[in-house]
């Protein structure tokens, strides 16, 4: 499976969110490998971000072509970041029936070199994404990478806020690192937080 993550600052000023969201909506339900998507909104700074879900890494590259086939010339918002992924691990949380109301994003810019991959991999698999999917409000765990500039994402959707609070002194407590070369595993470059305005399901796994 193969995310793409798609970030604007701003919508044109006439747009009406929900109507152009529902209207987006049933175009994506129409191109071929269409998984499911978040949208989302950051809350302090009112940028916006669709993480879509997809079959193949060519159905995810296509999608705007396509898109901009169905719509026609019609204004579209600045895009900031446009991003295709492949989706590396994506675990169900303690709450995975629930409806995710915020996501956190960790970003490792990289370059991340074959050494340096496969030691954030084993600290993932083995120390952050159990301690995550222990936690009750926790809907998804997601990891994504982008082999074309060596970097990662990890995305963590959750039922509450609280969840989020938590997530820190969770990883924290396991020592993820420990058994590592410190040379080879690193924190995220940054943090990011956004709100889940709509969920199309279903989302495939």
Do not use: C, K
Request: aromatic share 6%; charged share 25%; proline share 8%.
């Amino acid at each position: 499976m193969f995310a793409r993550f798609q970030t604007v600052s701003a919508l044109p000023p006439t747009d009406d969110p929900d109507r152009s969201r529902r209207e987006l909506t049933d175009i994506l339900r129409r191109h071929a490998g269409y998984g499911g998507a978040y949208f989302l909104v950051s809350g302090s700074t009112a940028v916006r971000a669709l993480v879509t879900l997809w079959a193949t890494e060519e159905d995810a590259r296509a999608a705007s072509d396509r898109t901009r086939a169905a719509t026609g010339d019609v204004p579209r918002p600045a895009m900031v970041e446009d991003t295709v992924y492949e989706v590396i691990d994506d675990e169900p949380g303690a709450a995975a029936d629930a409806e995710p109301v915020v996501v956190a994003v960790a970003a490792f810019d990289g370059p991340m070199s074959d050494a340096g991959r496969a030691a954030t991999d084993r600290v993932h698999r083995r120390n952050i994404i159990p301690a995550l999917q222990a936690l009750p409000g926790t809907v998804r765990l997601m990891v994504l990478w982008d082999h074309l500039s060596r970097s990662m994402r990890a995305l963590l959707f959750a039922a509450d806020p609280a969840t989020l609070d938590a997530s820190r002194g969770a990883v924290d407590a396991t020592d993820p690192a420990a058994g590592e070369d410190p040379a080879l595993v690193s924190p995220p470059d940054r943090m990011e937080r956004f709100d889940v305005g709509a969920v199309d399901a279903p989302i495939a796994r």
